[in-house]
């Protein structure tokens, strides 16, 4: 079964320099979720997406913005890069198709993350 | 808010031996529960998820997890542990019916030995 892409799997930058991950949704999911991880910590919510608009914001830096494209697919953006934002990156996607259900009951099935290193 | 604490960063057992990884939460409107695996250089893989219905829930590799409401807890078990269940796994709430974002524990380290 397909699985959510994330690109590149690994980027060096270095300070104050700018960055962008991608991530491509599972087929027919219209919901992408970004997460940062920094090491040794838990996932933090970042921003969200539903069809193509923002869903839901979370601890995402100003330096950061992230959009959804008609074809589904979403880009985080991020500038003036800090030693801080040395993490993984974990896209997620969801499909709100047919579920007739709360909105929180939607699985969330994650990428392999883009891990950022930032020298 | 919501939050949620994993007691026990690392959790050592033998192969074979009951696994028991702890969650609680803390929440103002029911909670929607999971927990999730990740394995070295993955990403997050689901194992199970407690919405509605049954407090005992099932999920892969062998795991089952009971939501407690009156403890506020959502402990994760496996009866027999394998060496492959050597893993970082994440507790996670997410607010139901008005949100779909997901906070997360800090995680706990299962080690399994021969």
């Known amino acids: 079964a397909a699985g959510v892409i994330q690109s590149p799997r690994h980027l060096i930058k270095e300070k104050r320099e700018t960055a962008t991950l991608k991530c491509y949704p599972i087929?027919?999911?219209?919901?992408v979720y970004w997460y940062q991880q920094g090491p040794g910590q838990d996932p933090q919510f970042l921003i969200s997406?539903?069809?193509?608009?923002?869903?839901d914001k979370g601890s995402i830096p100003d330096r950061f913005s992230a959009q959804q494209f008609s074809d589904y697919h979403s880009e985080l953006n991020m500038s003036s890069l800090e030693l801080g934002d040395s993490a993984l990156y974990f896209c997620?996607?969801?499909?709100?198709?047919?579920?007739?259900?709360?909105?929180?009951?939607?699985?969330?099935?994650f990428g392999p993350g883009t891990r950022l290193t930032v020298l | 808010a919501q939050s949620v604490t994993q007691l026990g960063s690392h959790v050592s057992v033998s192969e074979g031996a009951l696994v028991l990884l702890r969650c609680n939460y803390s929440s103002s409107v029911p909670p929607y529960l999971f927990w999730y695996v990740q394995y070295p250089n993955q990403g997050l893989q689901l194992l199970l998820k407690?919405?509605?219905?049954?407090?005992l829930v099932k999920g892969i590799n062998g795991f089952e997890a009971e939501f407690k409401k009156s403890e506020t807890s959502f402990h994760l078990t496996k009866p027999s542990a394998h060496m492959s269940d050597a893993a970082e796994y994440f507790c996670a709430v997410s607010a139901s019916y008005n949100t779909d974002k997901l906070i997360f524990g800090t995680g706990t380290r299962l080690q399994v030995f021969p």
């Open positions: 997620a996607s969801s499909s709100s198709e047919g579920q007739g259900l709360p909105i929180a009951y939607n699985e969330q099935f």
């Open positions: 087929p027919r999911h219209d919901t």
């Open positions: 407690y919405t509605t219905g049954a407090t």
């Open positions: 997406f539903y069809e193509k608009m923002q869903s």
